[in-house]
């Protein structure tokens, strides 16, 4: 049975640098609502659609204000979950906390059990939730790897960030079938590929700022064992690199 001592025996040290804070993220945030607006407002300005177009942009703000409570409930789940038992690890929740304080994380919850992909992380404003699978410290190079990587997604908010990307690619989509409406069908491909983009390459960024933290080796131990599980065409093509691609591109950074 995993224990907090176990997952402290690890020997995660905290991040040597700075991980992204609430200004890259507030940034991204802002940035994809700031897109919004000047599409909807070039659309209007062509005389291709009305002021009533800016109810979009006016939807994404109502999304802003009432994703975190929505994710506040979701992680209140997560804590009352008894497929999943708490342990108390200080050493790593405190490597986690010097690595993703500065995005505004205050409280990380180590809970252990059965987890699809070795770990998992979710994020609720200042409170966090990692979930470690039971059996990933059997090979410790790849859980500092793996931790570090949630680490990672905890400090860059992307459970945020990606629903601003959604909205923003569905507003660019209808301003682009109001001005052009064969547009529609190439357009919802290109909305796809979009977020898959954003998504992979925030996978990407996540093993860079990971890579920094613990290593290489740790990396390439990680993937060796990724590549070891099954996959789905969805998850390969809309949301994770396969793990030699990944492994690629650590081998690249980690050359520089």
């Not at 991980?19 to 607006?37: D, H, I, K, Q, T």
């Not at 000047?38 to 109502?62: K, N």
């Not at 070795?118 to 790897?145: D, K, M, N």
């Not at 357009?187 to 796809?192: E, P, Y």
Request: charged share 20%.
């Amino acid at each position: 049975m995993l224990t907090g001592e176990g997952l402290d025996a690890l020997g995660i040290t905290a991040a040597p640098y700075r991980m992204p804070g609430r200004g890259r993220r507030l940034a991204w945030c802002w940035g994809s609502f700031a897109v919004s607006v000047a599409v909807v407002t070039a659309v209007v300005a062509a005389g291709r659609s009305t002021g009533a177009l800016f109810v979009e942009p006016l939807a994404q703000l109502v999304l802003f204000a009432v994703l975190p409570v929505v994710r506040r409930v979701r992680l209140a789940g997560l804590l009352a979950d008894d497929r999943y038992r708490t342990v108390t690890a200080p050493a790593v929740t405190t490597a986690i906390l010097r690595a993703a304080g500065p995005s505004g994380v205050r409280e990380v919850t180590v809970r252990v059990g059965q987890v699809g992909g070795f770990s998992r992380c979710f994020r609720a404003g200042g409170r966090a939730v990692l979930l470690v699978h039971e059996r990933l410290p059997s090979v410790p190079e790849a859980a500092r790897f793996l931790l570090a990587h949630e680490a990672a997604h905890l400090a860059r908010y992307d459970g945020f960030r990606r629903p601003a990307a959604f909205m923003t690619t569905l507003v660019c989509l209808y301003g682009l079938g109001e001005v052009w409406p064969p547009a529609l069908i190439p357009g919802s491909v290109a909305v796809v590929l979009a977020l898959a983009v954003v998504n992979r390459s925030g996978e990407l960024d996540c093993d860079r700022l990971a890579l920094h933290w613990v290593g290489l080796a740790p990396a390439e131990r990680a993937f060796a064992l990724a590549q070891r599980v099954p996959r789905t065409p969805v998850r390969s093509l809309l949301t994770h690199p396969s793990p030699e691609r990944r492994l690629a591109a650590c081998r690249a950074n980690a050359g520089r």
